[in-house]
């Protein structure tokens, strides 16, 4: 069974950096193979979308949320069988639960369509 855990959440000021990683493991799990995503959910919203990492079969490719881009950066490092979310800017609309997911073959921006799910971690933006 696949497990993801998230960690690097927690409290900053706008304008203020975080770095969310999130580690896999069990089953057949590599973040060589899996299509790699975050996704956020606000208070009182649904979960959204905020960026994807293709499998390296796929190119590597990165997409990103309107919202994020230019401001966000998620990467993947193989060897440790993880991916991070460098957000920079932060903003208070950027106050969400934080949930990294994967996918063997889906790589798109529903969250419906993906397999496997960390547990969350909470991004508070405040002054």
């Known amino acids: 069974q696949v497990q993801l855990v998230e960690s690097g959440g927690g409290l900053a000021q706008p304008g203020g950096s975080l770095r969310l990683s999130c580690a896999g493991s069990?089953?057949?799990?590599?973040?060589?193979?899996?299509?790699l995503g975050w996704f956020r959910q606000p208070p009182g919203k649904e979960r959204e979308f905020v960026a994807v990492i293709t499998r390296n079969g796929n190119g590597g490719a990165t997409y990103y949320a309107d919202s994020v881009k230019g401001r966000f950066t998620i990467s993947r490092d193989n060897a440790k069988n993880t991916v991070d979310l460098q957000m920079d800017d932060l903003k208070p609309e950027d106050t969400a639960v934080y949930y990294c997911?994967?996918?063997?073959?889906?790589?798109?921006?529903?969250?419906?369509?993906?397999?496997?799910w960390g547990q969350g971690t909470q991004v508070t933006v405040s002054s």
């Open positions: 069990g089953g057949t799990f590599s973040t060589y193979t899996y299509n």
């Open positions: 997911a994967a996918d063997a073959d889906y790589n798109g921006n529903y969250y419906g369509m993906y397999d496997y």
